[in-house]
């Protein structure tokens, strides 16, 4: 498999995923400003939405839009435990990839593109994440991830949205449980692998 990424990007979450369940795979970096591979290739060649993260598969076919990719992943690796296969814990994953792909993901992007958006929207957007952080907060008090006492794909997907806080300057510090959620997925050693292999952190000595 290949997956294409931008470093930091929400394509980071598949490939902690990759890194999680073992999978041999390589990778492609995009330049999301100029819309162009590492390779040269102009992005709309390989998809047409433009954007990352593409999974590539061995058969040549591509899939996109991380949540259906981190559940093909996880589905692909049933030992790694990363998704229940069926019932209602299946569907407590996939309730937790809409609620971070819809109420905090797209909420970023005013502020991820500031330039570009009114200073009204860039209110509404952190005043947005705020009661979202709220939230979360409250629901990561009752157990130790964010479906359940496991963790799995959406811990991968919150943990990288999360990350976006630091560039946009919304301090966390408020949400002392979910800077601590942070710290524990952060420690997980393919976690740090994919962020180590993005230049998003050193890796560590030897």
């Not at 492609?28 to 999974?55: F, M, Q, S, W």
């Not at 069926?86 to 905090?104: C, I, K, N, P």
Request: with cysteine.
């Amino acid at each position: 498999m290949k997956l294409y990424y931008s470093p930091g990007a929400c394509s980071l979450a598949p490939h902690i995923v990759l890194h999680e369940t073992g999978a041999e795979f390589t990778l492609e970096c995009v330049d999301l400003r100029a819309h162009r591979t590492a390779c040269g290739e102009e992005l709309t060649a390989i998809h047409g939405k433009n954007y990352v993260p593409i999974l590539e598969l061995e058969t040549g076919h591509r899939l996109t839009e991380g949540p259906v990719i981190l559940q093909y992943l996880a589905d692909r690796s049933p030992d790694a435990g990363l998704i229940p296969a069926t019932g209602l814990d299946r569907y407590r994953v996939q309730e937790w990839l809409a609620f971070v792909a819809s109420e905090l993901h797209k909420p970023f992007i005013p502020l991820l593109t500031s330039e570009r958006c009114s200073t009204d929207w860039q209110g509404w957007a952190r005043q947005r994440l705020a009661d979202r952080f709220e939230w979360i907060s409250a629901e990561l008090w009752a157990r130790s991830w964010a479906a359940g006492d496991c963790y799995t794909i959406a811990d991968a997907y919150l943990f990288v949205v999360l990350r976006w806080s630091t560039a946009v300057d919304l301090d966390l510090s408020a949400w002392p449980v979910l800077q601590d959620y942070m710290n524990r997925i952060a420690a997980r050693p393919a976690v740090r692998a994919a962020m180590t292999a993005e230049g998003l952190i050193q890796a560590a000595a030897a």
